[in-house]
């Protein structure tokens, strides 16, 4: 019987209203984003410049809410990187020298001295004066191997000791190589993404492509060249003890030290003879991966600079090695320049303290973004970089808009001049079915491209489809001499299994689209997926809701379907 129960049409009515409202902020898009940007600058401590009108610009009581516009309709950048891996052997290795050193020392009286001898990067290369004890040495090297971290490494050791003549080479074994790679990826992906999290762009794609590539499409930045400079900087920030200062850049150093250049070379580019070069010890004793928070700031003479704040144990050794060092120079290095070599004037306790270094105002916000967001563990190459103007977004959008008004209106067309008046309620649920599909995406946050509009666009045309399976049974019915009554309800309870049957393993390829699929596929899948719910909804229940209210006030005694 064409019967709906009082709460059942409530419920149907509720949810068409509370999805048709938050699709509603989409047909304002300007002016809610804008209201958005407003109120979430005011929530960060900004004010002034027109703020609070801008913030007014849309109800505060109505949902806000708008379907993110991805890379090819907003524009933006997209650049494919390159993790140089082998960076972090060099950092690896070295890391390990001075407890190699201070080892060997203690074993002195046996082995002799020990002597750091120049080698490839990501190897230490140490010569013993007792060779007959070279073996002896090696074995107590071997004994700081550690076992690899990795599942596919099972029982391997992450240094590999060899040994010829009188030298000991230490260096970082295959399967750590290997597990090595996989974490320096990871970890630039994170810090990648923290980076951009930090200035705030909309729904970027980053992802991992291969074993060493990543994926970075941020719409809405200005310039390919603009994110290159935000994420391509290692930011990899030591604090390292001065040994002596030159003008001599080829200078030679000795074992476990470092020839660096002052930052301020590059703010003189026109005249080198007054170049600054810098002897330091290798071996930090605080790395930016101590750090807690960075602020950007200024010094005492309103220069602007960069205010640090160490964790618990960095703060620790930062105070321990100012108070054993008062009245040396002690280097800030970041990414292989020396921004500044302070003499140590008094004991530095509390894990707090400031970079100056001839920074703009811009260059220090840059810098305590970097900082904060952590330090690359290794450099990037650019293997693709595009720029995507919003010009070009802007015509996808009208391409967009107007395949979905054709199809929408072919759709409308055939509908009413097939089923008549049954084709209208269709046409009604149909409108009704693309506003819930843009008030779901807005309410789970989901990032619109082409492919998504292809996706609407398909589902306009399929969303009338679970209509026809039913008009045509209800035809069917009414040629078997039923009443009008008995046919609808005849049509629509024999075509519903039809309807899930066929809804269901669409419903399956989305999700299966969407979970190996990525980027664009991805895109497609979720406002296929979400238009499959939606025109399911709208047509099991809301058109057979104003079927229903129809009949009951006409009565009629024949249909015409």
Not at 74 to 86: D, M, S
Not at 356 to 366: A, C, P, V, Y
Request: charged fraction near 20%.
């Amino acid at each position: 019987m064409l019967q709906i129960d009082m709460w059942k049409r409530v419920l149907i009515w509720l949810t068409v209203v509370v999805g048709l409202l938050l699709a509603l902020p989409n047909g304002f898009y300007t002016r809610v984003e804008t209201r958005n940007d407003a109120v979430k600058a005011i929530a960060e401590g900004g004010a002034g410049n027109g703020l609070e009108e801008q913030a007014g610009m849309w109800p505060s009581w109505l949902p806000s809410g708008l379907v993110n516009l991805g890379l090819d309709l907003r524009g933006g950048a997209h650049l494919l990187a390159e993790v140089r891996t082998a960076d972090v052997y060099k950092t690896r290795i070295n890391s390990m020298w001075p407890e190699i050193r201070d080892m060997l020392r203690e074993e002195r009286a046996t082995i002799g001295t020990i002597r750091l001898q120049p080698g490839p990067e990501d190897q230490l290369r140490i010569r013993v004066s007792n060779a007959d004890q070279v073996e002896r040495a090696a074995s107590l090297v071997r004994g700081l191997a550690r076992p690899v971290t990795s599942l596919t490494a099972a029982g391997a050791n992450d240094i590999a000791v060899s040994v010829e003549g009188d030298v000991i080479t230490v260096q970082l074994s295959a399967a750590e190589k290997a597990a090595t790679d996989n974490r320096t990826v990871l970890q630039a992906l994170e810090i990648i993404r923290n980076r951009i999290d930090e200035v705030g762009t909309r729904e970027p794609t980053i992802q991992r492509q291969g074993a060493d590539r990543i994926l970075i499409q941020v719409p809405g930045i200005g310039s390919a060249a603009e994110l290159k400079r935000i994420i391509g900087t290692t930011a990899q920030l030591t604090f390292q003890p001065v040994i002596s200062r030159t003008a001599d850049k080829t200078a030679s150093v000795g074992g476990g030290e470092q020839l660096l250049p002052a930052k301020e070379n590059n703010d003189r580019k026109d005249d080198t003879s007054d170049d600054i070069y810098y002897v330091l010890e290798a071996a930090p004793v605080v790395t930016g991966e101590d750090l807690v928070d960075a602020q950007p700031s200024f010094d005492q003479n309103g220069q602007p600079a960069v205010t640090f704040r160490f964790d618990a144990s960095g703060g620790r050794r930062f105070g321990d090695y100012t108070a054993q060092n008062i009245g040396n120079p002690f280097a800030i290095v970041l990414d292989g320049e020396v921004i500044s070599a302070p003499t140590i004037q008094a004991h530095i306790s509390g894990g707090s303290g400031i970079i100056t270094g001839r920074f703009s105002l811009e260059e220090s916000t840059e810098l305590a973004v970097l900082l904060r967001a952590g330090a690359l563990p290794a450099g990037l190459n650019f293997l693709e970089e595009r720029t995507i103007g919003p010009e070009l977004g802007a015509d996808s959008i009208e391409a967009g808009k107007i395949a979905c008004i054709v199809a929408f209106i072919a759709v409308l067309v055939f509908m009413f001049l097939s089923y008549g008046m049954f084709g209208m309620f269709a046409n009604i649920a149909l409108i009704i079915n693309v506003g819930l599909i843009f008030g779901l995406l807005s309410l789970i946050g989901a990032t619109l491209t082409l492919p998504g509009i292809a996706g609407i666009v398909l589902t306009i045309g399929m969303a009338v489809d679970a209509n026809v399976l039913v008009f045509e049974r209800i035809r069917e019915e009414l040629k078997t001499a039923k009443g009008p009554a008995r046919a609808i309800d005849l049509g629509y309870e024999k075509a519903l299994s039809a309807i899930v049957d066929a809804n269901i393993t669409t419903f399956i390829t989305a999700v299966i689209l969407y979970a190996v699929g990525s980027g664009p596929v991805r895109g497609f899948a979720i406002t296929l997926g979400m238009g499959i719910l939606t025109s399911v909804f709208t047509a099991i229940f809301v058109t057979r809701l104003l079927v229903v209210i129809w009949f009951e006030r006409r009565r009629p005694k024949t249909l015409e379907v």
